[in-house]
């Protein structure tokens, strides 16, 4: 079993940088892809920025340059970087483990953390 912590959400002004924080704890699988998605009201959560086991990342073309995935050496704790925060940015933000093992497939999330951009 996961179970995943986000931190690091608030408010900020427009141009500003915030950091997140997901944290891990429980069974902790090597091969995984840990991914930061973000929901606005009345929206589909949508995918953000994404990163394998091997450190592949991916992001959405609206944070591309703007944000960046990490993770600790051990894999327990995934970060996002976000800098020139832009309002169109405020949302929702979860944390994802998504895991293939046996075949089967493995979701599991945060609780969420709340990021606002506004002057």
């Known amino acids: 079993q996961v179970q995943l912590v986000e931190s690091g959400g608030s408010l900020v002004q427009p141009g500003g940088s915030l950091r997140l924080a997901c944290a891990a704890s429980?069974?902790?699988?090597?091969?995984?892809?840990m991914g930061w998605y973000r929901q606005a009201p009345g929206k589909q959560r949508e995918l953000v920025a994404s990163?394998?086991?091997?450190?592949?990342?991916n992001y959405a073309d609206s944070v591309k340059g703007r944000f960046t995935i990490s993770r600790d050496n051990a894999k327990t704790t995934g970060y996002l970087q976000m800098n020139s925060l832009k309002p169109e940015d405020t949302a929702v933000y979860y944390c994802?483990?998504?895991?293939?093992?046996?075949?089967?497939?493995?979701?599991?999330w945060g609780q969420g953390t709340q990021v606002t951009v506004s002057s």
């Open positions: 429980g069974i902790i699988f090597h091969n995984h892809v």
């Open positions: 990163i394998a086991s091997g450190g592949t990342t």
């Open positions: 994802n483990y998504h895991i293939v093992m046996g075949g089967l497939v493995s979701d599991y």
